[in-house]
């Protein structure tokens, strides 16, 4: 439950702090005094968007601090844990909001994000305004408030879990299924390509390979002509090649170095050169015996290059590309075959969890019919206390043309004001007030099923007044035996019935409007809810009235 509230800096509520107790706490003020503020700070802590403009002005950042005992709360637990945060008996939410409306959040001290925020915050408080109420219309939150009620989880996460397997399996198949259609008509393609390049058999590298050594065979001619040259230069004849010319150059360079020191140098160098040029004639010698003119392997070499760039212009890739597609080729061809094999498994597998689905999900039915039945029954039984009397609500079931991920039906609140006033859905018959009773008779009804130990009503006693304002705070102080209950409220009989009494009160000056909120003693309450009954003016009579609405209630 919520323990404590602290409020900084947030619009007109320059600061509150209040300590808050289990059961029904009745929060109330002039109009315009602030109420829905505290709930406004509530729902910040929660997560809600953050908004700039409620940044007291002249302050730099509001702040909001929730604490909540959650020692009955294991989904809190369970989501803290799995969060890698503390995880203990009270969890402390803080929000902050600058004034240029930047926010950060924090659960027990440590940075989280909106995100987490808000699927925390869902463990912890139901909050019942005007958006709450609306959610009510909607189809899926009636399916689940039914559901929560029939407590058939276990049976409704079986159900869940066989569908998503039957989707996902289901989905496996009818790729399968194209990618074999895909195959079956390109196979006799696959195969003929795979064929031809299985005759050509092109290794990698081998296209580079054959690329240099076509060049080199093709230019054989003008290799040898070139390195006879070369040789004929090198050693020439009559010992006047190049080689013998720079050994003799050498020689006497050197001898003359020993009269002329600065000839050694040069001597030196020409030796060198010389010794390089030998060198040099040994290799070319080695590359010229090394070669052989082949035109039948140059025949062969350049009818294979012919080849692999007639397939490679064929796919329109680069020739060192065909390797890879010839691989790509063969793994779509296994992968046709072995699809066509595949899909006989996969066909009875999608059967096999198509038929477990349908059975849970006719288990499912048969619960939700049940329970259909007797909430219904329940919900209408609360009517004539919230103001009522003659207004009926039917839980309907309509059945769905193909399995859904919620079942064999969707769920209707089919809600009829008055007889002979003709009825429909919840979402389009029933009035702004109408639609908080409801959400208040099916909140009383399922409460004690609930895992939310906090519920908070914003006026939800709207348009009601006299006896039927006093039934509902009775209906609330029920509520209160399972669950603490926040409730804003401008009925007296409402307020009476309370627990404890949260009053807010707004001061204003010239230039400061500051609103504050404290939970009032028996004889504040009593002039309190004296006030409620008679405005401003407040006589023996008020009071005596005050003081007998609450005199059965207070625990104060």
């Known amino acids: ?31 315009g005094a602030g ?12 997560g809600a968007r953050a908004d700039a403009s409620l940044v007291r002005a002249g302050t730099e950042r509001a702040q909001i601090s929730a604490s909540f005992d959650i020692t009955q709360l294991p989904a809190a637990q369970k989501w803290l844990t799995e969060n890698d945060l503390t995880n203990e008996t009270e969890l402390i939410l803080r929000r902050t909001v600058t004034a240029e409306g930047r926010s950060k959040a924090y659960v027990n001290g440590v940075s989280i994000s909106a995100a987490e ?102 230019s054989g001619e003008s290799f040898l002509h070139l390195t006879e040259l070369a040789l004929e230069q090198l050693v020439g004849t009559d010992e006047q090649g190049i080689i013998a010319v720079t050994e003799r150059l050498a020689a006497d360079l050197s001898r003359s170095s020993e009269r002329h020191i600065t000839l050694a140098n040069a001597a030196k160098l020409l030796d060198q050169v010389a010794i390089g040029l030998s060198e040099a004639k040994s290799e070319i010698q080695h590359a010229k015996d090394a070669f052989e003119l082949d035109p039948e392997k140059l025949k062969f070499v350049e009818e294979r290059l012919a080849l692999i760039f007639t397939l490679a212009r064929k796919h329109r890739i680069e020739p060192k590309q065909l390797t890879e597609l010839h691989q790509t080729l063969k793994t779509r061809l296994n992968a046709a075959e072995d699809a066509s094999d595949r899909i006989p498994g996969l066909e009875q597998e999608v059967s096999s969890l198509r038929s477990k689905a349908e059975q849970i999900a006719a288990q499912l039915t048969t619960k939700r019919v049940e329970a259909a039945k007797v909430l219904s029954e329940q919900i209408t039984g609360h009517f004539a206390d919230l103001g009522m ?42 009035s702004g007030g109408e639609l908080s009773r409801v959400g208040l008779a099916i909140q009383v009804i399922t409460a004690a099923k609930m895992a939310t130990p906090t519920i908070i009503f914003d006026e939800v006693d709207v348009g009601i007044g006299g006896k039927t304002a006093a039934q509902v705070g009775r209906l609330l102080k029920t509520l209160a035996l399972n669950a603490q209950v926040l409730v804003v409220t401008h009925q007296p009989q409402v307020a009476g019935h309370s627990d404890a009494h949260l009053h807010i009160e707004k001061q204003s000056n010239y230039d400061v409007t500051v609103s504050g909120a404290r939970l009032l003693t028996r004889n504040e309450r009593i ?19 005050a003081e007998e609405l609450l005199s059965p209630h207070s625990s104060i």
């Open 117 to 218: 925020l808000k699927e925390l915050a869902d463990r912890l408080v139901l909050m019942h305004t005007q958006h709450a109420s609306l959610q009510l219309t909607q189809a899926k939150r009636q399916q689940d408030l039914l559901d929560e009620y029939a407590d058939h989880s276990q049976t409704r996460h079986e159900f869940s879990t066989l569908f998503a397997q039957w989707k996902v399996t289901k989905t496996q198949l009818d790729t399968l299924r194209s990618d074999s259609e895909k195959a079956d008509a390109e196979r006799d393609l696959l195969n003929f390509q795979c064929e031809e390049l299985d005759a050509l058999a092109l290794k990698d590298g081998e296209f580079e390979t054959l690329d240099l050594e076509q060049h080199q065979l093709a």
């Open 527 to 545: 002039n309190e809810i004296a006030r409620m009954l008679g405005g401003h003016r407040i006589t023996d009579a008020t009071l005596e009235a």
């Open 1 to 31: 439950m919520l323990k404590e509230l602290n409020v900084q800096n947030l619009a007109t509520l320059a600061s509150v702090d209040l300590e808050l107790s289990a059961g029904f706490i009745a929060i109330t003020g002039d109009t």
């Open 389 to 430: 009397e003659y207004a009926r609500l039917t839980i309907q079931l309509l059945p769905v043309a193909q399995l859904t991920a919620q079942g064999k039906e969707s769920v209707q609140f089919f809600f009829q004001p008055n007889p002979g006033q003709q009825g429909g859905p919840l979402s389009k018959i029933a």
């Open 35 to 46: 109420k829905s503020l505290v709930l406004d700070a509530l729902e910040l802590a929660l």
